[in-house]
Nanobody, 127 residues
Framework: QVQLVESGGGLVQAGGSLRLSCTAS????????MGWFRQAPGKEREFVAAIRWSGSSLYYADSVKGRFTISRDNAKNTVYLQMNSLKPEDTAVYYC????????????????????WGQGTQVTVSS
């Protein structure tokens, strides 16, 4: 079991950067893989990035690859999403999520595979 608390959202100009944080409770944080999803107004929730519990494998949506970086600090029970070169189309509520097994590569982009979710943090990018 895990509780997730997100922070770091805000308003930025296009081309700017934000760093989102998601802090998890419990000693078992390192046993979970973590993902970031987002939901823009009027749109469906979509996958953004994910990281295996070991940090050995990273996954990114094509729309953010090269601009966003997911990382984790297991000692701090925290996962991060560094967002650079932000675009107006990145505007959304961003959610972090945790999943357990199985760890098939194709599962990391599937929201239904994640059993725990944060409350979401708003990211707004102005043009």
């Amino acid at each position: 079991q895990v509780q997730l608390v997100e922070s770091g959202g805000g308003l930025v100009q296009a081309g700017g950067s934000l760093r989102l944080s998601c802090t998890a409770s419990g000693r078992t944080f390192s046993s979970y893989s973590m993902g970031w999803f987002r939901q823009a107004p009027g749109k469906e929730r979509e996958f953004v990035a994910a990281i295996r519990w070991s940090g050995s494998s990273l996954y990114y949506a094509d729309s953010v690859k090269g601009r966003f970086t997911i990382s984790r600090d297991n000692a701090k029970n925290t996962v991060y999403l560094q967002m650079n070169s932000l675009k107006p189309e990145d505007t959304a509520v961003y959610y972090c999520a945790a999943k357990g097994r199985p760890y098939y590569d194709s599962y990391f982009s599937r929201a239904q595979e994640y059993g725990y979710w944060g409350q979401g943090t708003q990211v707004t990018v102005s043009s």
